[in-house]
T-cell receptor
C-alpha cells in the first residue's frame, strides 16, 4: 500500500526566503508525482507533474525534484512572496487514483 | 470559464436528510472522481468513473451513490446523512488513463455540514 508523507506539517518564513517542501512515498514504483497548491476554501491547483523518467520539473519560481530510489520529492519555491502562502500537497498514482500526503501549510510573512 | 464546477458550494442540512452534489467538467476529460477532505485536511478517494463506468469504489458507506449521466458529469447523492459526513467534497477530472497519465483538475469543493 502506497503511503505518502509530508514533513513539516507547517512552515513559516519571511518574505524573500527560499522554501523547501518535502514529500516521501513508500513504494518507489511510481508513474509520476504531482504537486498541488490549496488555498483556504478553494480546490486544488496542479502546480507540477513529474514523470517517473524525469528528475526534475520547473515552472517559474517553482522547481520539483524526484528521486524514485529514495522515495522522495522536493518542491523548491524561490524568493517566496506572501502570495505563496497556502497548503502544498504531493500525490502519487495508486491503483488509478491519487494517494495524497497531508500537506505542508506555508505562511510567508511580509 | 470554470473547468470543473461543483454545486452547491455550501450545504447545511440535518441528520437523516438526503442531499445531492453536482459536478460538471468542460475539459473533455474521460475520468472523473469524488474525493473527501476531512477536518484534518486529509484527502481520500471515494469514487472514480471513466466514460460513465465506475472504476474505483473505495470503502464508502452505501448511503453514498455516485451517478454519471454522461462523461462530463458526475453527481454524488447521499442518503440518511450522519454527523460524520461533514467534510469538504471535491470533484476532479483527468484525461483517459487517470492519474497515471495526466494531472488532475479539481473543483472548488462543497462544504457539507450536517447538524
Amino acid at each position: 500500500k502506497q503511503e505518502v508523507t509530508q514533513i513539516p506539517a507547517a512552515l513559516s518564513v519571511p518574505e524573500g526566503e527560499n522554501l523547501v517542501l518535502n514529500c516521501s512515498f513508500t513504494d518507489s514504483a511510481i508513474y509520476n508525482l504531482q504537486w498541488f497548491r490549496q488555498d483556504p476554501g478553494k480546490g486544488l491547483t496542479s502546480l507540477l507533474l513529474i514523470q517517473s523518467s524525469q528528475r526534475e520539473q520547473t515552472s517559474g519560481r517553482l522547481n520539483a525534484s524526484l528521486d524514485k530510489s529514495s522515495g522522495r520529492s522536493t518542491l523548491y519555491i524561490a524568493a517566496s512572496q506572501p502570495g505563496d502562502s497556502a497548503t502544498y500537497l504531493c500525490a502519487v498514482p495508486n491503483d488509478y487514483k491519487l494517494s495524497f500526503g497531508a500537506g505542508t501549510t506555508v505562511t510567508v510573512r511580509a | 470559464d470554470t473547468a470543473v464546477s461543483q454545486t452547491p458550494k455550501y450545504l447545511v442540512t440535518q441528520m437523516g436528510n438526503d442531499k445531492s452534489i453536482k459536478c460538471e467538467q468542460n475539459l473533455g476529460h474521460d475520468t472523473m472522481y469524488w474525493y473527501k477532505q476531512d477536518s484534518k485536511k486529509f484527502l481520500k478517494i471515494m469514487f472514480s468513473y471513466n466514460n460513465k463506468e465506475l472504476i474505483i469504489n473505495e470503502t464508502v458507506p452505501n448511503r453514498f451513490s455516485p451517478k454519471s449521466p454522461d462523461k462530463a458529469h458526475l453527481n454524488l447523492h447521499i442518503n440518511s446523512l450522519e454527523l460524520g459526513d461533514s467534510a469538504v467534497y471535491f470533484c476532479a477530472s483527468s484525461q483517459q488513463g487517470g492519474a497515471y497519465n495526466s494531472p488532475l483538475h479539481f473543483g472548488n469543493g462543497t462544504r457539507l455540514t450536517v447538524t
